[in-house]
């Protein structure tokens, strides 16, 4: 399938806790800013993208636990200048403020990439 294709298929199918953060970033409701969903970007279909600020968000599912193909995906995606955020689909959705704090302070630059702070296997919200 196309990666276009792809992309409008996980659009159209996107899990709870994408809704639900779609329902937070879409129409500039994160401080004015812009975030695309499911963007096809090189060999890859990130869940949210913020272009300008260079910032990837992902929700993560329990198939991600430990997943070798994420790490290089991840790898692949920072080489290109991204900061990738990840967040476990319980967390968005109980803790949705903190997840959309998380989200604004990359986009400020305030915090450092999440690669340190989501040990494999135990990402989630620092602190």
Known sequence: M????????????????EQLLWKHLRAHRLDGQKFRRQ????????????????VI?????????ESDHDAAR?????????????FWNNDILQSTEAVLEAI????????????PLFPRGKRGLPG
């Open 2 to 17: 196309h990666p276009r294709d792809f992309a409008k298929t996980l659009r159209q199918n996107m899990t709870d806790a």
């Open 39 to 54: 963007q096809p970007m090189g060999p890859y279909i990130v869940d949210f993208v913020h272009f300008s600020g260079r």
């Open 57 to 65: 968000v992902e929700a993560d599912g329990a198939q991600h636990v």
């Open 74 to 86: 991840d790898a692949w995606l920072r080489s290109q200048g991204y900061t990738v955020l990840r």
């Open 104 to 115: 604004y302070a990359a986009l400020r630059g305030a915090a450092p990439s999440p690669q």
